[in-house]
C-alpha cells in the first residue's frame, strides 16, 4: 500500500501571490482561520496570505 500515507513533516507553504506565483519553501505557520500552512516570510504577508495578522505582533 503505498500513496495514501500522510506526511505531517512535509509541509510546504501553501500561499499563492496576487500574480498567481507559487511558494515552495517548507512551512513553519499553520493558520487555523483559512487552514492553510504557510512559510515564516509569507505568513505575515497580506499579499500571499488573505487573513494574514497584522504585522508588528510578534
Ligand atoms: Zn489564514
Ligand atoms: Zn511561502
Redesign the pocket.
Known amino acids: 500500500m503505498t500513496g495514501t500515507a500522510l506526511k505531517p513533516q512535509e509541509q510546504?507553504?501553501?500561499?499563492v501571490s496576487r500574480v498567481d506565483e507559487p511558494?515552495?519553501?517548507s512551512?513553519q505557520q499553520y493558520c487555523e482561520r483559512c487552514g492553510q500552512w504557510?512559510?515564516?516570510?509569507?505568513?505575515p504577508?497580506p499579499e500571499?496570505h488573505t487573513c494574514a495578522p497584522e504585522q508588528g505582533h510578534v
Do not use: E, L, V
Open positions: 510546504t507553504c501553501q500561499g511558494c515552495d519553501h512551512a504557510f512559510c515564516r516570510a509569507h505568513y504577508d500571499w
